[in-house]
């Protein structure tokens, strides 16, 4: 502490005035004459009395100095003298100071603002009490690493485990709101008790939910997220008790939770209310074959690791494989921690952008290194002078650092501002996968890094001319009188150029895959034409909870009809369990003359579509063979299924599949083939090719059992086509639903267009910030490599101007500034295509590619071609200007 | 700085404080001169060495100074 106030005091005696040496002068000065006096009391003569006294005082000037030192911080004083003097160097050659800064700023800039996603997505602690706890937990089974549980399954899981301290689970839904201002649609999150003390949330206002509340048979009970409270209640604390309307049936608030609470993690999503599980209104929750999009989180106990957990639910599945042989054959649990379940899709792609973006600063730094090199040679008579007045190299060192520090720092501020705009326009252009994308923002983490990267930077390109200084032989220098050494070498400028061509080809290469794979997904068919067709949510009033079939198909029919005459639609079709890269689905079966499985797992699989018999014309899938569902494929018709040309392939061969008979899981009947479509690219359009699970079928909606049927209203999938093209408007749908009766509600529109797209997102994503870094660099690159040729040019124009008086024409001079030029392009390129095979490598490895080999052919011959040309272009700027050195002009001036 | 003193560091300072104790307010020369006098004449304290010992005791809030003469603090003398 009172080192600390000693420190404070010394830091403002460094910055504050002189009034303090006055003082000191006054009071040696009454010292002496104090020690005189005593020295004449003790019988000395005056003269020799006053020469002890100054002899024991020790030197005025040292005192004076010891004093001073002690007043001040020499080091401090030292440094702002070299700020100070190092700004206005800076300030005397500005545009030198303009362009380092810029390049600089660039490059922190970029780094920074790439920083402050990683640090978010992949650096920041969770924000739950022992977040390395915490895991997902999925069903591993035959098509589905990551599959869904089943509610038995997860009741057997958390009473027989060992490992865990707390399992539970979730599924999203949604629910129609009636009573409470006008009916709207809402998300909702049907959890076991367990998931909110297991991540440690507290309520902000009633309690959590009681351990059995969760149970089937339980009294229905909700709780709701704290935007719902303040939208729907004011945020009124005596909404605890409340009824709540949800589906037709009322739930009891017991608590609020609180606004903090935001996680998205596997299928779990923050929604507006939550329900205990229990309350699933689904026959088939008690089914133990039945995943039904259920997921699982938990904790586990202190001390257990992750391996030992996953084996001890390895036993406990082994043991329920063994109980239920029929449901849970090949079933087994699975644990995925949360950090990676959060960010394994998206680390590899962060993880080569954060490289790319080193590179652009590297070149950045190697840019500022070669303009401090040039001005150093135009300084070394400065510095040569400085050494011969007694400077020590460490103190020419040290003021050579401070400036391109100052630099550096200057940079760094202008990155810091660059980064703060940038870090919004990433946000603004990041893919919906990409986790917590909220937290993303510029904190003390970021302002380190940007703070630490500056710094490392300033060392970076401040040491090379340093160096380069020191081995100069003073008396040379000063001798030459401040006229350039043209004979020194540029070595260390040519190899600097060479490295940052190298860099920047590199990142070309990169960009160049990227772009290369995003052409061939992009030309790839998904199967259907997404163009003009709107997707959205439909809820059927919830009068019709407890309707029969036949009142659930009049309504459907009803309503298709009611949304197909709205102005400009073309087509109607509803859709239950999959859809095309939005929801999956899928459906056991047998063929016929096989004998049936002892157990769904033993089946064969197939992704299942619920669809109407518009589907085909609303989602333009091409017919094969046969014919599609019609209206009459009802419950009083016969079963028919609809295969796609990958089923056909897969089962039947060569065999025409018409009129073949499968046999569904659940159902009674075997379902007769009656046609093959196209297939469809269910899993996106990267992706599809590498799933397991590729096989289709269509089925009828209205075909379905009567216990599923009744389902179907509480929330299915609409497909409209346009008759313009144009993407249906929803306000004209939600018109027409609504005329036919207020309280059913259609949500959450969507054009097929954007949820093709969506799919590519995080590959555009990296694509767009790689070939915008790869461009930084080039022009970077390329600015540098105009500097030195036109550095090289000015040196040399005395030779040039001799060339050209003894003859020499002025295409020679071009070619021999182009010639020299092209020899560093050259040799950059060719070790920059080195880096590349190598690094591409990294890329491919991070599955960033499709369709393109890492050493693709063309991308590395095509765009080492564009930058041999833009760089040659670069010297041809100087080139010109060497050809155009007028002889006398240029010995004269020598 | 320090190595031109032969006296350890943290000394000196123990016995401005010392002196400042029993003599109170006291010139920074007559600091000096009673070092050196309790120290029976084997120190001999040069006001160079001195000065910014005073200086880094008042730095540090040990000692305050009015115009050239000095005295403890109260925090000081009552911990000391």
Known sequence: MRRLRALWIRICGTLGNKRESMELDEELESHLQMHIEDNVRSGMSEAEARRQALTHLGGLEQTREAYRERQRLPGLETLCQDVRFGLRMLLKSRGFTVVAVLTLGLGIGANTALFSVLNAVLLNPLPYPHAEELVTVHAAKQNFN??????LNFRDWQRDNKALAALAVSRGTGYILTGTGASEEVRGELVSSDFFPLLGVKP??????????????????????????????????????????????????????????????????????????????????????????????????????????????????????????????????????????????????????MGAVGFVLLIACVNVANLLLARANARAQEFAVRSALGASR???????????????????VLGLALAALGTRIIVKMLPENLPRETGIHIDWLVLCFTALISLASGILFGFAPALKMFKRDVQSTLRLGGRSIGSANNRTQDSLVV??????????????????????????????????????????????????????????????????????????????????????????????????????????????????????????????????????????????????????????????????????????????????????????????????????????????????????AFGMDALARSKSGAIPSFKGIESSVTQMNHEQVVYNPEAMDDVVSETLSSRRFAMTLLAVFACTALVLAIIGMYGVISYIVGQRARDIGIRMALGANRGEVLRWVLRRGSRLALTGAACGFLAALVLSQVIAGSSLLYGVRPYDPWTFTGVTALMMAVALSACHVPARRATRIAPMKALRTE | MGGKTNIWQGTLALM?????????????????????????????????????????????????????????????????
Not at chain 1, 234 to 260: E, F, H, K, W
Not at chain 1, 269 to 297: C, E, K, M, T
Not at chain 1, 401 to 408: F, R
């Open chain 1, 146 to 151: 990551e599959g869904s549980i089943s509610y």
């Open chain 1, 204 to 353: 902000v206002a009633g309690r959590l939910f009681a351990s059995h509340e969760d149970e089937i048979g339980q009294e229905p009970v909700a709780m709701i997220s704290s935007g719902f409270w303040k939208r729907k209640f004011g945020a009124q604390p005596d909404v605890i008790g409340n009824p709540l309307m949800l589906d037709g049936r009322d739930y009891t608030i017991v608590g609020v939770l609180p606004a903090t609470f935001n996680l998205a993690i596997s299928n779990f999503r923050a929604s507006d209310v939550y329900v205990p599980i229990g309350q699933f209104q689904n026959p088939a929750l008690n089914d133990r074959s039945a995943g039904l999009g259920i997921h699982g989180i938990a904790r586990l106990r202190p001390g257990v690791t992750l391996k030992q957990a996953q084996a001890d639910m390895e036993r406990v599945s082994r043991n329920l494989e063994t109980t239920f042989p029929a449901e849970d054959q090949g079933i087994h649990a699975k644990l995925v921690p949360f950090k990676e379940s959060l960010v394994r899709d998206v680390r590899p792609l962060l993880l080569v952008l």
């Open chain 1, 394 to 412: 460490a103190r020419l060192l040290r003021q050579l650092l401070t400036e391109s520090l100052t630099l550096s720092v200057l940079g760094g």
């Open chain 1, 499 to 712: 490295f940052q061509m190298a860099l920047a080809l590199v990142l070309l290469i990169g960009a160049g895959l990227m772009i290369r794979s995003m052409v061939k997904l992009s030309n790839i068919d998904p199967g259907f034409h997404s163009r003009g067709v709107l997707t959205f949510g439909l809820e059927a009033p919830p009068a019709m909870s407890g309707a029969g079939p036949d009142a659930i198909r009049a309504y459907l029919r009803e309503a298709q009809r009611k949304i197909a005459m709205t102005p400009d639609i073309e087509a109607v079709c509803f859709s239950w369990a999959a859809l095309p890269m939005m929801s999956d689905d899928e459906q056991s079966f047998w063929l016929e003359g096989e004998p049936k499985p002892g157990n769904q797992n033993a089946m064969r699989s197939s992704i299942r579509y619920l669809v109407g018999a518009d589907y085909l014309r609303v989602m333009g899938i091409p017919l094969l063979k046969g014919r599609f569902l019609s209206e009459a494929d009802d419950d009083r018709a016969p079963r028919v299924i609809v295969i796609d040309e990958v089923f056909a392939k897969k089962f039947f061969g060569n065999v025409d599949p018409i009129g073949k008979r499968i046999h569904l899981d659940q159902f009674d009947d075997a379902a007769t083939v009656i046609g093959v479509v196209g297939h469809v690219n269910q899993w996106g359009i990267d992706n599809d090719a590498v799933n397991p699970l590729r096989a289709e079928t269509y089925q009828a909606l209205m075909q379905l059992p009567e216990q599923q049927l009744s389902l179907v």
């Open chain 2, 16 to 80: 401005v404080l010392e002196t400042l104790e029993s003599m109170g307010s006291l010139h920074g020369y007559g600091i000096a001169r009673r070092i050196e006098q309790t120290r029976g004449g084997l120190l001999s304290l040069n006001y160079g060495i001195l000065c910014p010992a005073l200086l880094k005791l008042e730095q540090e809030g040990a000692i305050v100074s009015d115009r050239a003469s000095r005295k403890i603090t109260d925090a000081q003398s009552s911990t000391s």
